[in-house]
């Protein structure tokens, strides 16, 4: 899923290259009827319980728009990988350690990482910069540079995010929403 031998394209490729099997389109149907009836309920009175409802009413089409829907109609797209954390954990550390060269600054003043480093596969470089239309739209170049290592497995992107709870003011924030959900968050 994602991660293969690439070719000269890369691992993440272009939208729609994948061919969906008819049960994954069942799947996403059901799940996107799912994500409409819940969305339209509507939970007028103010009887005990209401608003914890309306709460996972909120949360459950979130998760469906932000996580399942978007990995089932791209299956093939890449694995989001954010390292993250407060400040000084050595989040830097890890991803230094993990690309086996310095791309990420560490250091003793906080918050040192005060924009998010993306770390990449050379070959799906390309594919980050070109911009597939779903993949961190406007956020190359203005906010962050993606940088190629070839320690890096094809089709995952490593980032090392600034803190999430930064309150220093200009840190490009995960929790703005302008960033794609990730696969998965490494804490």
């Known amino acids: ?63 469906l728009d932000d996580y399942l829907l978007p990995r089932l109609e791209w299956p093939d797209g890449p694995l989001l990988v954010v390292v993250g954390g407060s400040t000084g954990v050595g989040k830097s550390t890890l991803v230094n350690s993990l690309v086996g060269s310095v791309v990420s600054s560490a250091g003793v003043v906080r918050p040192t990482t005060r924009d998010p480093v993306l770390v990449c596969h050379p070959r799906d470089y390309g594919s980050i910069i070109a911009g597939s239309g779903r993949l961190l739209p406007g956020l190359v170049g203005p906010v962050i540079a993606p940088v190629a290592s070839p320690e890096i497995p094809l089709g995952v992107l490593l980032v090392d995010a600034p803190d999430i709870n930064s309150v220093v003011e200009g840190i490009a924030c995960w929790a703005s929403g302008s960033w794609p959900p990730p696969t998965c968050w490494c804490w």
């Open 1 to 63: 899923m994602g991660v293969s031998d690439g070719g000269a394209q890369g691992a993440i490729g272009a939208a729609g290259d994948f061919s969906v099997p008819p049960s994954l389109s069942l799947l996403t149907g059901a799940l996107g009827g799912l994500r409409d009836a819940v969305d339209a309920l509507r939970l007028p009175l103010d009887v005990p319980g209401a608003d914890s409802a309306r709460r996972v009413q909120v949360e459950v089409v979130q998760v």
